[in-house]
């Protein structure tokens, strides 16, 4: 990797937020990150709890004994220089080459609107509900991310003012929390929330960033995650976790390939049978 600036935009880096129990998932993270991010020009943190971890050009931030989502990410954030970090949770394995001319424009747009946050991943036309915006009159390429939007705040691959994610981080809560508390705390803030515009792909998530979401579910490996392991000739630690089942992974893509509305009132039907 290269440690120059881009354009001349110092002051970001790029932080891959992890904690310890998920240590398997840090070599082959790393190792498809620079196949295909490594012209890669920011410094790059991995943030953990107690643990080590040796690989060319990365920072070990580690947060002390862990104690819940939110007071480690603080931890980690406040030993972070840079204004700007670009964070990236440590299973959203990269499957292509980062668009790094893309990326540089996320980043100016983000300086110039002195924005809060910029969603770098674009998702399909049915999940604009979750990140619902108004197309940005000063570039068609980003959204305005709608003060009511149930994940205005969320933890995909992401762009943020440090201060910004500080204010709206409360000590306690797990990263569903966030997101959904997150959510309405922003709604506080004087900053605009920024989000790259929806994808005509037929995947479910693209952008300058290209990865899998996610490697691990619930404490297991997707087969994708296995699949890409197994392409690259990457070595999967597979004695910490299980693998998906088959029949699990049939019922789960053919779950996304419902539309995202319809899915959610399966979702929500579910529910109600299951507590009944």
């Not at 406040?78 to 668009?99: G, R």
């Not at 995909?156 to 309405?184: R, T, Y």
């Not at 790259?196 to 490697?215: F, K, N, Q, V």
Request: glycine fraction near 4%; hydrophobic fraction near 40%; include cysteine.
């Amino acid at each position: 990797m290269i440690k120059t600036e881009i354009n001349g935009q110092a002051n970001t880096a790029v932080l891959v937020l992890s904690c310890d129990k998920y240590e398997d998932a840090w070599s082959p993270f790393f190792n498809l990150f620079m196949k295909y991010w490594a012209n890669c020009s920011f410094p790059v943190y991995l943030g953990t709890n107690e643990k080590n971890f040796e690989f060319p050009y990365i920072n070990v931030i580690k947060s002390g004994k862990a104690k819940n989502w939110s007071d480690d990410t603080l931890s980690i954030i406040e030993q972070i220089p840079e204004k700007y970090i670009i964070i990236i949770l440590e299973d959203y394995f990269l499957i292509n080459n980062v668009d790094t001319s893309r990326l540089e424009e996320c980043l100016e747009f983000m300086r110039k609107t002195d924005a809060a946050y910029m969603r770098i991943a674009s998702f399909r036309k049915d999940y604009f509900p979750m990140y619902a915006y108004d197309i940005s009159n000063e570039n068609p390429s980003f959204g305005i991310t709608h003060a009511e939007a149930p994940f205005r705040v969320n933890l995909q691959a992401g762009i943020w003012d440090k201060d910004e994610l500080a204010k709206l981080i409360v000590k306690g809560e797990s990263p569903w929390d966030f997101e959904v508390k997150g959510s309405e705390r922003s709604k506080y803030s004087d900053k605009l929330f920024l989000g790259i515009t929806e994808s005509s792909s037929r995947d479910i998530i693209s952008g300058p960033i290209p990865y899998l979401c996610t490697a691990i579910t619930k404490g297991i490996w997707m087969r994708e995650a296995v699949s890409v392991c197994k392409k690259e000739n990457i070595k999967l630690n597979l004695s910490l976790r299980p693998i998906e089942s088959r029949w699990a992974y049939i019922k789960r893509k053919a779950l996304h390939a419902v539309p995202f509305n319809l899915r959610k009132y399966v979702d929500f039907v579910r529910s109600k049978l299951r507590s009944s």
